[in-house]
């Protein structure tokens, strides 16, 4: 069996929110481990049958064992190397209301900001422009319920935490819509909490060097747009798309 700290390796893509979710994590705990660059247009073999559900990055590999889905990955990584600091918070009812967000922004927050990069019309766009600010606006109140309440900088406390991963991650996207496509869905105007809560999250020393520039993410933004205009002229019935 491999050791704790051995043999750890994960299959990324650089702007992937979720890939970025676990490297920060394995940064916080201190572990380190060999990332492998996948090109998602292009699967390598070992992400095929790593993770032959989803076909999706991240998977984390452990000891020669793949594990897949960021928050299932970032649970894990908090168990294995328990050790302080910890992502999820000790108590059961706050790691209850912690993963009730997590799953809240991938569910509500996640396919708004996705939806506005993909929409196929402005009408679309605004829609979903609608919805991800609607969702930003829950995530709002909840740091003034708990953290700003308290006076701490991060959902997590006074470290980063599993919900401040599962939205930060997402930030370098929120930026390249902005430049995008002119609309602001994280802004100090309509989310003054979660702007200064977003500056303080990049700084972070376990997010330095993993969050990449938002001119990465608007280049990938895109790709993905060109593809989805590509498949929308196309007659190809076999289409299957790249989700990110
Ligand atoms: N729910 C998954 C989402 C992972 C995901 O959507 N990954 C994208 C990159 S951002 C991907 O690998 N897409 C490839 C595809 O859709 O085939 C997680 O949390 O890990
Ligand atoms: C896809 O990746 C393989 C190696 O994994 C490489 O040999 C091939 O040229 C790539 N194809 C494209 C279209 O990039």
């Keep these: 069996m491999a050791g704790k700290d051995d043999d750890v390796k994960v299959l990324g893509v650089v702007v992937s929110p979720f890939a970025i979710?676990?490297?920060?994590?394995?940064?916080?705990?201190?572990?380190?481990?060999?990332?492998?660059?996948?090109?998602?247009f292009n699967k390598s073999e070992l992400l095929l049958t790593s993770n032959p559900v989803h076909k999706k990055v991240p998977v984390l590999i452990h000891g020669g064992k793949p594990i897949s889905e960021s928050l299932v990955i970032v649970q894990y990584v908090d168990e294995v190397w328990a050790a302080a600091p910890s992502v999820l918070p000790a108590d059961p009812y706050d790691r209850a209301v912690a993963r009730f967000w997590a799953a809240y922004i991938d569910n509500n927050m996640v396919p708004g900001m996705v939806g506005v990069l993909r929409a196929a019309t402005e009408e679309e766009r605004a829609a979903k422009a609608d919805e991800t600010l609607a969702a930003m606006a829950q995530l709002e109140k909840a740091f003034a319920e708990v953290a700003a309440k308290n006076g701490k900088p991060f959902f997590g406390g006074d470290s980063v935490g599993y919900v401040d991963l599962a939205l930060g991650c997402n930030l370098h996207f929120l930026e390249a819509i902005r430049r995008l496509h002119g609309v602001a869905l994280v802004d100090a105007g309509k989310t003054p909490l979660l702007a200064a809560w977003a500056e303080r999250f990049v700084q972070v020393e376990a997010a330095k060097g993993v969050v990449p520039d938002?001119?990465?993410?608007?280049?990938?933004?895109?790709?993905?747009?060109?593809?989805?205009?590509?498949?929308?002229?196309?007659?190809?019935?076999?289409?299957t798309d790249i989700q990110c």
């Design 21 to 40: 979710r676990v490297r920060i994590a394995l940064n916080i705990k201190g572990v380190s481990y060999e990332y492998v660059e996948e090109d998602i």
């Design 214 to 239: 938002a001119d990465d993410a608007v280049e990938f933004a895109r790709k993905i747009q060109a593809r989805v205009a590509a498949a929308a002229a196309s007659t190809a019935a076999n289409y």
